[in-house]
């Protein structure tokens, strides 16, 4: 069975997330450029803090053209990210790293997913990480892809209202919350 490896998360596992579509709302079209526009998904906050007890690592790896648009600075992003770590730890998550990419995705070259870029910078600064005892969890192809180019395993965040055919992912959930009761049951037997 393609879920067969939630049988086997322990510390040694890392959990790697998209932030937009899969912690927080996405705003279609724009970007969450301050802590006011930026709101947890249901059930995301209770969720972290239960996947920090079962994985030694969770990274987030995100896409923020919208820097490279000049549409936000980093900085508003680094305010947005202390907004988000601050809510995780107060639920008792814990975040071990943030990875973002402010490239355009038409530059040659570019840290974006599917570039495995920001995997290759998580284990550099993380070497204990094995990408194969990895899950990279998303909301598009492009994060489903950037999941299998870096060896790990994928769960494709299926909201109701998109309709992603082609993604090919190992698991689909409808939110992270889910994922949390599918690896609970899992962890119960």
């Not at 975040?95 to 070259?109: F, G, H, M, Q, V």
């Amino acid at each position: 069975m393609k879920n067969d490896f939630l049988n086997h998360i322990d510390k040694t596992w890392t959990l790697f997330l998209d932030r937009d579509g899969v912690i927080n709302s996405r705003i279609w079209g724009g970007y969450v450029t301050k802590p006011a526009e930026y709101n947890f998904l249901p059930g995301v906050l209770d969720s972290i803090a239960f996947f920090t007890s079962f994985f030694g690592k969770i990274i987030i790896v995100t896409n923020q053209q919208g820097i490279g648009k000049g549409i936000m600075t980093e900085q508003n992003l680094a305010t947005v990210h202390n907004y988000m770590n601050y809510e995780i730890s107060n639920a008792c998550g814990k975040i071990d790293s943030i990875y973002y990419c402010t490239d355009l995705a038409e530059k040659n070259d570019n840290c974006r997913k599917p570039s495995i870029t920001m995997a290759q910078n998580a284990v550099h600064d993380f070497p204990e990480i094995d990408l194969t005892k990895s899950i990279m969890v998303g909301d598009s192809q492009s994060d489903i892809d950037f999941g299998r180019n870096a060896g790990m395993h994928t769960v494709l965040v299926k909201h109701d209202n998109e309709d992603i055919s082609i993604c090919n992912a190992d698991i689909e959930v409808k939110s992270l919350a889910e994922l949390k009761s599918q690896i609970e049951k899992l962890k119960q037997l």
